[in-house]
């Protein structure tokens, strides 16, 4: 299970935990919360759950450009909390990045 912490910074908290990179070493991943400190404490739990559920590592050279930005657009755009607008012109991008 990953490690995590939150503390205040100015009038907001912010949460942290740890997440392993490719080369499997731990790096610390920081995110604003709110101005509860129970309401970011709850985003911490949610995101270490995401985290440990999803966790993957991709390598590099078995896949293009086109197929990593097809995942992220199936992964965050879809499922985000973007306006129509602002997925459609993402997703135009990529096409013509491919």
């Keep these: 299970m990953a490690k995590g912490s ?9 949460y942290r935990f ?5 080369s499997g070493n731990l790096v610390q991943k920081e995110c604003a919360g709110t101005e ?3 309401e970011t404490e709850k985003l911490l739990r949610q ?3 995401d985290y440990e559920s999803k966790k993957f590592i991709a390598k590099a050279d078995n896949i293009t450009l086109g197929q990593l930005l097809d995942t992220w657009a199936e992964e ?3 499922t985000g909390t973007l306006s ?3 997925v459609g012109t993402y997703l135009q991008a ?3 990045i491919k």
């Design 6 to 14: 939150v503390r205040k910074k100015g009038k907001k908290w912010y």
């Design 18 to 22: 740890y997440v392993e990179d490719a």
């Design 36 to 38: 509860s400190k129970s």
């Design 47 to 49: 995101a270490m759950e």
């Design 76 to 78: 965050e755009l879809k």
């Design 84 to 86: 129509n607008g602002t």
């Design 94 to 96: 990529i096409n013509r």
